[in-house]
């Protein structure tokens, strides 16, 4: 879907884009669309339009982490080694947001988001971050899959297929992971608890020696 992505970003209607990006038949293109993007092509269209967000880049023990924010609560929380590269990466997932200065809510959710970070998310640190509000921006199974992730207790993990299962939707394990990776919330959404069926780690977004760590730590601190 990266060429769709680009076409939608050049091109001024979703119409323009279907047929740019080589799709004859829209009713197969919004059959892959929302799964693909993570929202619905006509809001992916509008880049984050009317959005207002406020962002900071500051440390933590997991390393650089970028933490944004609308006025409904933390949409974004991106973890790496780059400045730059996390701030690309915001721009990117909201390319019309309007970037502005944090308020002093802002600042404390920062405060309660690098906390959160601080070490493993043990029982104690999972309650102490429970009014924290979100900003959660997907399709309704992303939805579904992410209110799901947030359920999983620290030291615990629940494999794709488990969570397709409690979701209603059995066979759906392959969107189920898709709605993993399209997770913009590091470890306020949890996705980094859901495992292959073998046990074995799968894919993840910021790194699979960050989420050995992220279990490991979840799991001394559990016992």
Known sequence: MLTLRQQLNQQSSVTQAIYAAGFNDSSRFYAQAEQALGMR?????????????????????????????????????????????????????????????????????????????????????????????????????QLRVWNMLKQIPPGSTMTYSELAAKLGQPSAIRAVASACA????????PCHRVVRADGNLAGYRWGLHLKRMLLDSEKINGD
């Open 41 to 141: 092509p006509r809001d992916y269209l509008r880049g984050g339009a009317d959005m207002r967000i406020a962002h900071a880049v500051v440390p933590s023990p997991l390393g650089l982490v970028l933490v944004a924010a609308t006025e409904n609560g933390v949409c974004a929380v991106f973890v790496g080694d780059d400045a730059a590269q996390l701030q690309a990466d915001l721009q990117q997932a909201f390319p019309r947001a309007s970037m502005v200065e944090g308020n002093k809510e802002f600042s404390s959710w920062l405060q309660l988001v690098v906390q959160a970070l601080s070490g493993a998310q043990s029982e104690s640190a999972q309650a102490f971050t429970m009014n924290l509000p979100l900003d959660l921006r997907g399709t309704a199974f």
């Open 182 to 189: 399209a997770n913009k919330l590091a470890v306020l959404v």
